[in-house]
Structure formats: structure tokens, C-alpha cells
């Protein structure tokens, strides 16, 4: 069992930034990536980033490339998401998840194990 908690959402005005962290525990050796979703109210689950936890390869959105980094410390079992150049339309609730399939199709929400609670992000306009 892997437990997940992310922290760090929370409000910030358009234009703004923020920083949500994920912090894992459990049987984190088998871990091959993990990712970040979101979900906005009367949307589905979609996908927003992931990270390779071996290579640090990377993987984005179309809707946030260039505006949100991902980044893992692998000491202490944390991936990381800085957020920039906030817009509305990124408002919604943000899990992060796991996967230990090194098959997994990093976009799909069905292809991850463990998910964390997940954290409100509202951006104002």
C-alpha cells in the first residue's frame, strides 16, 4: 500500500502561482511514476502532469505546458508541482496518484494505483 497527501493548495488571484506538494508513503520502492489530475465541478477527471520517478522524464497537458513544472525529490518521496500563470479555468480540485505498471499510459487516470485526497486549487479572476 502506498499513502499519498498533497498539500498546498488553496486561493490565488489570475496571473498568480502556487506550489502543491505530494508526499508518499508505504511501499514507495516500486513506484515507476506519478501524476497530477484535476477535477473542476461537472468535469471529468483529467490529466494535468506526470514524472517518470527513474528518469525524471516528463509529461504535460497541452492546456498547461510552459505554465506548470513537475518535479520529484526522490529522498524524500515527494513530487512537487509549481504552478504559474494561473488562469480560472485551472479552479479544481488537484490529486496526485501513483502507478508501480512501468506499462502504465501516464495520461489515463485508470492506468494509477493510489491516489491522495486531493487539495483545492481556486484561481480568482
Known amino acids: 500500500q502506498v499513502q499519498l497527501v498533497e498539500s498546498g493548495g488553496g486561493l490565488v488571484q489570475s496571473g498568480g502561482s502556487l506550489r502543491l506538494s505530494c508526499a508518499a508513503s508505504?511501499?514507495?520502492?516500486?513506484?515507476?511514476?506519478m501524476g497530477w489530475f484535476r477535477q473542476a465541478p461537472g468535469k471529468e477527471r483529467e490529466f494535468v502532469t506526470a514524472?517518470?520517478?527513474?528518469?525524471?522524464?516528463?509529461y504535460y497537458a497541452n492546456s498547461v505546458k510552459g505554465r506548470f513544472t513537475i518535479s520529484r525529490d526522490r529522498a524524500k518521496n515527494t513530487v512537487y508541482l509549481q504552478m504559474g500563470s494561473l488562469k480560472p479555468e485551472d479552479t479544481a480540485v488537484y490529486y496526485c496518484?501513483?502507478?508501480?505498471?512501468?506499462?502504465?499510459?501516464?495520461?489515463?487516470?485508470?492506468?494509477?494505483?493510489?491516489w491522495g485526497q486531493g487539495t483545492q486549487v481556486t484561481v480568482s479572476s
Open positions: 508505504g511501499r514507495t520502492v516500486s513506484t515507476y511514476a
Open positions: 514524472i517518470n520517478w527513474g528518469t525524471g522524464f516528463t
Open positions: 496518484a501513483t502507478t508501480v505498471n512501468a506499462y502504465s499510459n501516464l495520461y489515463r487516470s485508470d492506468d494509477y494505483n493510489y
